[in-house]
């Protein structure tokens, strides 16, 4: 089984088993962007590269109160329990920044091809309703117009 090592507060925690980062998971203690390696030799990545079924949430444990550590376990040392991390408060109204998109540039092409094929469909599927839409509003006021014209007589 694998173990896991997390960097919360600029410190080490754990190891922790995939089902222990399953829990702070789901307690909201660590996120998909979290640093974490595997074992004591892995390369820092994110919990998200390491366990990325986590982010979908089909698996997860339900959330707890803090977890308590059982001081017999190796694995869990002398703690009593993980750090808690803050809860942020995102204020109403703030407003999210995009600063840089990372992405190859056939990736980009591809998004925009396929944004351009599903506005060509929509406007296919569109314009034939908006004509008849058209139309029908030039009937009305046709007819409209028409009711009102023939009162009139010519000399």
């Known amino acids: 089984m694998n173990s896991y090592l997390l960097k919360l507060y600029d410190r080490e925690e754990g190891p922790y088993s995939e ?5 702070l998971f789901a307690d909201g203690r660590v996120d998909r962007n979290t640093p974490c390696r595997l074992g004591t030799t892995g390369a820092w990545k994110t919990i ?3 366990l990325p079924n986590l982010k979908y949430g089909t698996q997860l444990p339900a959330p707890t109160s803090p977890l308590v550590r059982s001081e017999d376990s190796p694995i869990y040392g ?3 329990s993980p750090p808690s991390l803050p809860t942020r408060k995102v204020p109403a109204g703030s407003a999210v920044k995009l600063v840089d998109i990372d992405l190859p540039f056939l990736s980009i092409v591809k998004l925009l091809f396929k944004w351009a094929a599903a506005a060509f469909l ?3 599927c569109f314009i034939p309703v908006l004509i008849i839409l058209l ?7 046709g007819s409209l ?3 009102i014209f023939s009162g009139f007589h010519h000399p």
């Open 78 to 80: 002398a703690r009593s």
């Open 145 to 147: 117009l028409s009711g």
């Open 48 to 50: 998200d590269d390491y």
């Open 122 to 124: 929509v406007f296919c």
């Open 19 to 23: 089902e222990q980062v399953s829990q």
């Open 135 to 141: 139309f029908t509003i030039m009937a009305i006021f």
